[in-house]
């Protein structure tokens, strides 16, 4: 009965069907083998990029929902079999209504999504980021980071986080997460925004530019301890997807998919 989320920035965009087989026949496989229900993407540039995920994975999963969103890099798609995007809209959105002097240079995407196929009141409130880097670790990029972090775990995560209405959520349970690419480590993470916000999934998922192996970690998690403490499963986790899926291959998963390996989190 569980919810499997996954974050995965892709890198590239641009798809084609053909020549991005090995692409595609990835995500079918962590449909299949993650049992993910949603996914929440970073550098989805092209427009075209769900619509390619989408009819990719139809001839398996013909219940998959999705769109892109404009002028974003971030983007959801779900299983609509499990989960229905539930805001008056029943779409994802760019997120921009909160109050700060400082804005996010990505702003958010925010999907709200409810279970069908068991009656749950509960939603799942997906604050979907991706923290300007800046090109370099010099420390005012660094530091750019580090508000960024602190607007998605503060304000943002605070006006989102708001317990649901009779009108729109039927007095659901609100669980709301933070999740993408940080461009930061936990540890840094764990020292912005509120205290009971914390930050979880510490395990490497960049590649090394030159050669095998593993250099940051900068995917992540981000929900309320203190009131959703015990809401996930399991911790928020790695998917060694070279390993699994590759063989070890290093260079050939940085060229067929990504310099990022996805990460998940399991819920109820």
């Known amino acids: 009965?569980?919810?499997?989320?996954?974050?995965?920035?892709?890198?590239?965009?641009?798809?084609?069907?053909?020549?991005?087989?090995?692409?595609?026949?990835?995500?079918?496989?962590?449909?299949?083998?993650?049992?993910?229900?949603?996914?929440?993407?970073?550098?989805?540039?092209?427009?075209?990029?769900?619509?390619?995920?989408?009819?990719?994975?139809?001839?398996?999963?013909?219940?998959?929902n999705g769109?892109?969103?404009?002028?974003?890099?971030?983007?959801?798609?779900?299983?609509?079999?499990r989960v229905e995007e539930c805001s008056r809209r029943h779409e994802p959105r760019i997120f921009s209504d909160y109050r700060s002097d400082t804005?996010?240079?990505?702003?958010?995407?925010?999907?709200?999504?409810?279970?069908?196929?068991?009656?749950?009141?509960?939603?799942?409130?997906l604050i979907n980021i991706h923290i300007k880097h800046g090109g370099d670790d010099s420390a005012e990029s660094i530091n750019t980071r580090k508000l960024e972090c602190d607007l998605a775990k503060g304000v943002i995560y605070q006006t989102i986080d708001k317990p649901s209405t009779g009108k729109d959520g039927s007095f659901n349970r609100v669980f709301t997460v933070v999740l993408g690419d940080y461009n930061l480590d936990c540890d840094t993470c764990n020292t912005r925004g509120p205290e009971n916000i914390r930050t979880f999934q510490d395990?490497?998922?960049?590649?090394?530019?030159?050669?095998?192996?593993?250099?940051?970690?900068?995917?992540?998690?981000?929900?309320?301890?203190?009131?959703?403490?015990?809401?996930?499963?399991?911790?928020?986790?790695?998917?060694?997807?070279?390993?699994?899926?590759?063989?070890?291959?290093?260079t050939l998963y940085r060229k067929e998919v990504s310099d990022h390996v996805p990460v998940k989190l399991e819920i109820f």
């Not at 301890?225 to 590759?246: E, L, Q």
């Open 203 to 250: 395990e490497k998922t960049t590649l090394k530019k030159d050669g095998p192996g593993y250099k940051n970690s900068y995917d992540h998690f981000s929900y309320d301890i203190k009131n959703n403490g015990t809401v996930p499963r399991n911790p928020p986790s790695r998917i060694d997807a070279v390993k699994d899926y590759f063989q070890d291959d290093f």
């Open 67 to 81: 769109g892109a969103l404009h002028n974003s890099n971030l983007a959801f798609v779900w299983n609509s079999n």
């Open 103 to 125: 804005r996010m240079f990505r702003e958010p995407a925010y999907g709200r999504f409810r279970p069908v196929d068991f009656k749950l009141n509960c939603e799942f409130r």
């Open 1 to 64: 009965m569980s919810y499997r989320i996954c974050s995965f920035n892709v890198l590239r965009s641009v798809r084609g069907d053909d020549k991005d087989r090995k692409f595609f026949d990835f995500i079918k496989k962590l449909i299949y083998k993650e049992r993910i229900d949603i996914f929440a993407f970073q550098e989805a540039t092209n427009i075209n990029f769900i619509e390619s995920v989408l009819r990719n994975i139809s001839s398996y999963f013909s219940h998959w």
